[in-house]
């Protein structure tokens, strides 16, 4: 049921391409660590970025050998000399100074102008994009797929368990996106674009994935091939800041449409209990027992707890399912009413933010954690 | 610098030497004159960044009455101009008597002097008087002065504090910034925002009118014992300009909050 | 013709007239006690100079150490692994009743956590802690060492002699201003004993308007930010009166050395930004104190109306760190190549120009979270600023033709500058195209980029500026070599610590994370070895300054064979500076024909070096006479 896998490395996601032989290729491999995302329709909008960013990095290159190499020829070549004096040499001279304001503008504003075009060329979302809807929250992602369904699939990340989201190659996929708490940044190094992520306000972020071709970095259990990229949070959030990461996983179309039916088709109480860990409290809760911001829910069910406050409930409370049941509604809805011992009041508030279904849920799922 | 020729010869001569008289300037000023420029120079720009300041409420006002007209059209209403209108007309006054302390020491017209800085500086209290107990207290607790004409409009709720001096009327308080605010006849979901503003900007004033006032008593212990004269009046010279500052702003402050809905 | 005559040589070194003979400023005015009351009293311009120089640099090294302690986090990646639990004392595998192996969950890689026992322990915890030590680096680094750090101390110090004033316009305005910074810097170190803030050094709400919601930390370190912008104003705004009423007879605007053209830029924007962060920190206080809502989107309010109030000011500002950095340049090339500089003018309309048109490019922060044409406006803007700053950078190089160049040890800091300035903002320019930011942005690019430009420009230039001026302030010379050694080291250290951010940057790597993938792990390795080796470098540095202190040589006059005023007093100069009002019958830069005062005539073989040799030999003979008279 579970697809985690505990990759902590991603070097196995990129295969590793032909070596370039043109140096401009070595640079750029070597700057981006792009193998292998080729000539594709993605290539579009990442060529954009990559090229006008080539463009400046060999001009600067250019510009900053010259710079040095002349004032290190210079300074060995009019060393001091005991007993001389500097030789006479015009103090300023308007053409060069001219010169040298008015050619660097001249890159500028090409610079400017491929910036721009890129730009617009990125946040301009096409008509037939797939709209998904984003949240960003602390600290993690969660995608709505235009069925209702949602991801349940995790890989293992560095230090977390984060969400895998399927997209199909080759089409403009387009994510709608809000916070429910501060500011997150949604990029995918992979597609060289990032959009803030702002609470009571939509935002949106687009992109086109490449066809698969050969370039596929894993199957899946039924032989189709994928392709995994990273999305990390860029704006800074918090503690776990550096482990609110996602994957985007490009599958073939088919593949696509076939998983997210899957994911909504009638579902048992449980699993749509761990969709919802999965998407909203892997976080900060661990399911093997693990200390994180919040207490564990191995063997929730049935443990005694006390409060910071004096209060608790004993180990038969927690066990009475109806008792257990409100305990758990009460921590979700209003968490900064008892806080566990040993912990302090950081977990939000989700009211409103999970319905009745998901929230039996997610109790369902919490008495099958011995 | 301007000299000024002493018309009031017919006012005594002081017999005693007055410190004014023997002002020197910092060693490292060339003369009294270049200092005095230079410390001019330097008010100026510190008045720039007092603008500057304010500039940043300004942008806030604007960019919150753009995002949400309707909260800002119900709050601006709770405010009278009339009272306003007073502090404007009390503060104008007062910028005129206190360029007029300026001419006096000048002039070594020190009782002049020292009367209209007096005179500033009690229309600086009463400012903040008005503000106080006929603006913030109100509109925040609920609580009217038992003077304010305004609370013949409200029946009499029979609550009462401070020994009588203020009379509470039932649903006026709560309009107070952010989450505190707890109006509950507010017809706009946002109107909280035109209180955070408004408290703001009108308390950051009233502390440069307290900051002012500060200042004024200062310069008026300075003239009482002579510092400034017609020779030396840097200081009184520049508390004015500060003083001009504060009402400046306050005329700015006056339409954007009372006279616009 | 400028040239050096018995007046001018006169009034810049020797007493005439002037009754009385002063000793050095540093010469103590009685015991322990009461010459620590008169430093804390002092109303001198040289001597609040030397202690906002020690004070900037003691915050140095804290804002270091929590660098260094960043970089140590960074060497390892968190990881978090099952693994299966043994008995402790026989180190067999715990089994459950199932016979199945029983497993838990290990963190590894946290080192800042292991501090607090946390390791292996909370993810949270450890990750707080780095948050904390970020932003204690970004906030101590920018408002406590860098702003203050070239036009306060050595400003302070050198800007009112080499206009050849006796002090700044408003002295108790500068005594004032120094004691603001102390204050502002104690609630900046409780803020740290309390626990410390993790909003990192930009404040960004709604963030930091409910982090460590029941602690008033966050509104100690906002508030000393608060505090430290005062100071910074009245710095900024003695230096602008001083420039324009106090400079010597004879020294017209352009006659002005280009330290003081660049400082006097810098106050100006310090003078009209700062006045912005202030307003935005006491609603970031309000807001905090009594949740007005102006900047939390609960309320109404708007979270990125914040960010562009900041940057209105932090745009700005970092032209005010840079300013003072290339005014020290502007006095080391030239004195040290010997070579008038190129381009005077167009330096100082550059630095006028910088100043100006910083004020129009903040929203270059923003790319991906403001609309469309704001961002375009913002982008074609910025690369405006980078006009004037090439200007500088051309002229900088032409200067060092035929010149007649000494690698001393600050000329050495010069080149360094020169080479890790220019990287810095050419990497700039990827950042202000929209297209390539919105992939850099918040990356490690970006760190990489203003570490280049802060540390490699601005420090490095400060700690050149004190390689340069070290012997006029204390009298007393360093050992050359090592201090050239030490800077090289620095430059190893440097570029090894934050070239390879540049690639993690644009591979992908994001910033503030106190943890990553795998796949950048070599490289943050890299950086951290290489921010060892920095740390080592500037502890070399400060060693060399320390054995100056206490076994350097006495200092001549003129060590470097500088021409601006400062070269003509003493080593280290008197309370007063000059012994009488200096005339200046000179540029500062005129190396062509005027005999550097204090130099052989043979070593440097002007016209007229003899005649101008002996005016001078008669001046100081005069002083001496004048001085033993009394
Ligand atoms: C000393 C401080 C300093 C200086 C001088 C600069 C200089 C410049 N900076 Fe930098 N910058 C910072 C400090 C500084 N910056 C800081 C602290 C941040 C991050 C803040 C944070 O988020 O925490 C930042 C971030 C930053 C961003 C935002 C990045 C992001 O977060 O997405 C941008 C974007 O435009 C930018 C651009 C520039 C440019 C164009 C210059 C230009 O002024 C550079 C001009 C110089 C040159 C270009 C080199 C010399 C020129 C030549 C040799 C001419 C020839 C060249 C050609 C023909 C190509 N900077
Ligand atoms: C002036 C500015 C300045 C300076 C000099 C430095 C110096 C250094 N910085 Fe800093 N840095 C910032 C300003 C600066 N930084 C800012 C603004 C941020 C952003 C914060 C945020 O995101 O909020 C940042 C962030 C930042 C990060 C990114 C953190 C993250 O995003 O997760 C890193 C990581 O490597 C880093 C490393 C370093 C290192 C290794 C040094 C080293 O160069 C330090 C070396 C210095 C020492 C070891 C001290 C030794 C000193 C002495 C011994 C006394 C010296 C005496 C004499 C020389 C006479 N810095
Ligand atoms: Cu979410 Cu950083
Ligand atoms: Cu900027």
Redesign the pocket.
């Known amino acids: 049921m579970m697809t985690t896998e505990h990759i902590a490395s991603s070097a196995s996601i990129l295969p590793s391409p032909a070596f370039p032989a043109a140096l401009g290729d070595i640079a750029h491999n070597f700057i981006f660590k792009r193998e292998g995302m080729g000539a594709d329709p993605m290539a579009a909008g990442v060529s954009a970025v990559d090229s006008i960013f080539m463009y ?1 990095f060999w ?2 290159t250019v ?2 050998v010259g ?1 040095t190499v002349v004032m290190l020829y210079w300074t060995f070549k009019y060393r001091r000399r005991p007993g001389t004096i500097a030789q006479a040499s015009p103090s300023h001279n308007t053409i060069l100074e001219l010169a ?1 304001s008015v ?2 503008l ?3 504003v090409y ?1 400017f102008f491929e910036g721009f075009h890129g730009y617009i060329s990125r946040i301009s979302v096409p008509p037939d994009a797939i709209e998904l809807k984003l949240t960003g929250r602390k600290w993690s992602w969660g995608v709505t797929y235009p069925n209702g369904a949602e991801s349940p699939e995790t890989r293992h990340v560095g230090a977390t368990d984060v969400p895998v989201f399927y997209v199909p190659e080759g089409k403009p996929v387009k994510f709608r996106m809000i916070s429910t708490d501060v500011l997150h940044s949604f990029w995918i190094p992979d597609f060289r674009i990032k959009v803030d992520v702002i609470p009571n306000r939509y935002t949106s972020y687009w992109f086109n994935a490449e066809k698969l071709d050969a370039h596929s970095t894993g199957t899946l259990a039924d032989g189709t091939k994928y392709r995994d990229h990273f999305v990390f949070c860029a704006e800074y959030c918090g503690d776990l800041h550096s482990e609110m990461a996602a994957i985007i996983r490009v599958v073939p179309e088919a593949s696509y449409n076939a998983t997210i039916t899957k994911w909504v088709d009638a579902v048992d109480p449980v699993e749509l209990g761990r969709r919802q860990w999965v998407a909203k409290c892997a976080s900060c809760h661990t399911i093997d027992g693990g200390k994180n911001t919040g207490p564990t829910w191995k063997g929730i069910f049935g443990r005694a707890v006390g409060f910071t406050d004096g209060g608790g409930h004993s180990a038969e409370e927690m066990s009475n399912p109806d008792a257990f049941a409100n305990y758990v509604r009460e921590s979700v809805m209003t968490p900064a009413k008892h806080i566990v011992a040993g912990y302090t009041n950081a977990m939000p508030s989700f009211a409103g933010q999970l319905s009745e279904a998901q929230m039996n849920g997610i109790i369902e799922y919490m008495k099958t954690l011995k | 610098m301007t000299t000024v020729p002493i018309h009031d010869s017919s006012s005594p001569k002081p017999a005693k030497r007055l410190p004014w008289q023997d002002y020197k300037a910092a060693h490292h000023f060339r003369n009294k004159e270049e200092e005095f420029d230079g410390v001019k120079l330097g008010m100026w720009l510190f008045l720039a960044t007092e603008v500057l300041l304010f500039s940043g409420l300004f942008c806030a006002y604007t960019i919150f009455r753009i995002l949400h007209p309707e909260a800002f059209a119900n709050g601006s209403q709770y405010l009278d101009w009339r009272w306003g209108g007073l502090n404007t007309i009390i503060l104008l006054l007062s910028s005129y008597t206190m360029a007029a302390s300026i001419r006096n020491v000048q002039l070594q017209q020190f009782a002049r002097a020292k009367f209209n800085l007096l005179f500033t500086l009690v229309c600086g209290l009463l400012f903040l008087v008005i503000k106080f107990t006929f603006e913030y207290t109100p509109k925040w607790s609920g609580y009217f002065f038992f003077l304010d004409p305004a609370l013949s409009h409200y029946p009499d709720s029979g609550k009462t504090a401070l020994g009588g001096l203020f009379h509470f009327v039932e649903g006026y308080g709560g309009k107070r910034p952010g989450v505190l605010f707890n109006y509950p006849f507010s017809s706009d979901p946002y109107e909280h925002l035109w209180w955070s503003v408004y408290y703001s900007a009108t308390g950051i004033h009233a502390s440069h009118v307290i900051i002012g006032m500060c200042l004024i008593y200062w310069v008026y212990r300075r003239v009482s014992k002579g510092m400034y004269g017609p020779t030396h009046y840097t200081g009184v010279e520049m508390t004015g300009l500060y003083w001009h500052l504060v009402d400046l702003i306050w005329i700015f402050l006056f339409p954007l909050l009372y006279l616009i809905h | 013709m400028a040239t050096i005559d018995d007046r001018n040589a006169n009034a810049l070194g020797a007493a005439a007239g002037h009754g009385h003979d002063e000793g050095s400023y540093l010469t103590p005015k009685g015991g322990l006690i009461t010459t620590i009351w008169d430093w804390a009293t002092t109303v001198d311009h040289k001597k609040i100079g030397v202690m906002y120089m020690c004070a900037v640099l003691m915050m140095f090294f804290f804002g270091g150490v929590a660098a260094l302690a960043v970089r140590t986090e960074l060497l390892t990646p968190v990881r978090t692994q099952q693994v299966q639990q043994v008995n402790p004392e026989t180190g067999a595998p715990v089994v459950d009743a199932a016979g199945q192996p029983v497993m838990k969950s290990v963190t590894t890689g946290q080192w800042l956590g292991s501090f607090l026992g946390a390791e292996g322990d909370s993810i949270n915890k450890n990750n707080n802690l780095y948050n904390r030590a970020f932003t204690l680096h ?1 906030a101590i680094m ?1 408002f406590m060492v ?1 702003v203050p750090s070239v036009p306060a101390a050595l400003g302070n110090f050198f800007l009112p002699i080499l206009i050849g004033a006796k002090d700044v316009a408003f002295p108790r305005l500068n005594l004032l201003s120094w004691y603001i910074y102390v204050c502002g810097s104690i609630f900046g170190v409780m803020a740290i004993l309390m626990g410390g803030v993790d909003t ?3 404040f960004y709400t709604p963030y930091s308007t409910t982090t460590d919601a029941d602690y008033m930390r966050v509104v100690y370190m906002v508030l000393a930010a608060f505090i430290l912008g005062f100071s910074s104003i009245l710095t900024g705004l003695n230096f602008v009166v001083s420039v324009h009423k106090l400079r010597a007879p004879g020294m017209g605007w352009f006659d002005m050395p280009l330290f003081v053209w660049a400082v006097y830029a810098t106050s100006i924007l310090q003078v009209l930004a700062t006045p912005v962060i202030g307003i935005t920190l006491l609603l970031l206080i309000f807001e905090r104190l009594f949740h007005v809502g102006i900047f939390d989107p609960g309320l109404g309010g708007d979270p990125v109306l914040f960010q562009h109030f900041f940057w209105f000011y ?2 700005p ?3 005010v ?2 300013l003072p ?1 290339m005014a020290i340049i502007n006095e080391i090339i030239p004195v040290h190549s010997h070579k008038k500089i190129f381009g005077y003018r167009s330096m100082a309309f550059a630095s006028l120009g ?1 100043a100006a048109v ?1 004020f129009l ?1 903040w929203g ?5 979270s403001e609309g469309e044409l704001a961002a375009t406006v ?2 074609a803007l ?2 405006l ?3 004037p ?6 002229n900088w190089v032409g200067t060092l033709y035929k010149g007649s160049i000494s690698l001393t040890a600050p000329m050495v800091y010069a080149l360094i500058f020169l080479f890790l ?9 990827p ?3 929209l297209s390539s ?2 992939h ?4 490690y ?3 990489a ?2 570490h280049y ?2 540390m490699g ?2 420090i490095i230039a400060f700690v050149g500026g004190i390689h340069h001026w070290w012997p006029k302030m204390f009298g007393k010379m360093y050992n050359e070599r090592a201090a050239i050694f030490f800077a090289i080291v620095v430059f190893i250290g440097f570029n090894l610590t934050f070239f390879t951010q540049f690639i993690l940057g644009t591979r992908g790597m994001p ?1 503030r994370y106190a943890s990553y993938v795998d796949e950048f792990q070599f490289l943050h390795q890299l950086s951290t070895i290489g921010s060892y080796i920095l740390g080592v470098g500037f502890m070399g540095s400060l060693a060399v300054f320390v054995h100056s202190l206490l076994a350097g040589k006495t200092a001549p006059r003129n060590p470097w064979g500088g021409l601006t005023l400062e070269w003509h007093i003493e080593s280290p100069p008197t309370t007063h500076n000059f012994h009488k009002e200096p005339i200046v019958h000179h540029g500062p830069y005129d190396f062509e024909t005027i005999l550097p005062p204090g130099w052989d005539p043979k070593d440097y073989p002007v016209p007229n070096a003899e005649a101008q040799a002996a005016a001078y030999a008669r001046a100081l003979a005069a002083e001496k006479a004048h001085a033993s008279h009394h």
């Open positions: 400046i001009i600067s510009v900053f710079i040298w050619v660097p001249g890159f500028f610079m | 970004g920018v860098i990192g050094w930009t932090s745009h500002v970092v032209y760190m840079i950095g910088i910083s490019v270059h922060h923003m790319f991906t913002f982008s910025t690369f600023v980078a006009i700053t090439a200007v500088k950078v051309f300035f220019t990287i810095g903002g050419l990497t700039g320019l950042l202000a195209t930011d919105i850099l942005h918040d990356s690019f970006v760190v980029h203003f430009v802060m420009g601005t910033r």
